[in-house]
């Protein structure tokens, strides 16, 4: 089994900043893609970013030079940096993970969510 926990999540006012960290630990063997979802009240999830193993990124428009989603392959971990943020940046952010782990062979997993709340 394959764990998420994300941490980072909180209460800033409009255009300050976050970081998300997010931290995959079980028996895993190998990572593919990371990401960042994240889900407001009434809305479906939606994606963030994501990031492959090999470091290549994409973004949802509406956080283009704003967020920065980066990982650290040794530790499992990918992070997500949020600036300049807008209160309809406010939502349950969701980190994603699949990949291969021992026993279970392909994997995806979701962490439990970390809310991030942004004031005007």
């Known amino acids: 089994q394959v764990q998420l926990v994300e941490s980072g999540g909180g209460l800033v006012q409009a255009g300050g900043s976050l970081r998300l960290s997010c931290a995959a630990s079980?028996?895993?063997?190998?990572?593919?893609?990371m990401g960042w979802f994240r889900q407001s009240p009434g809305k479906q999830r939606e994606l963030v970013a994501t990031i492959t193993s090999g470091g290549s990124t994409n973004y949802a428009d509406s956080v283009k030079g704003r967020f920065t989603i980066s990982r650290d392959n040794a530790k499992n971990t990918v992070y997500l940096q949020m600036n300049f943020l807008k209160p309809e940046d406010t939502a349950v952010y969701y980190c994603n993970a699949d990949g291969h782990s021992d026993g279970l062979g392909v994997f995806g997993s979701w962490g439990q969510g970390t809310q991030v709340t942004v004031s005007s």
């Open positions: 079980g028996s895993i063997l190998s990572i593919n893609d």
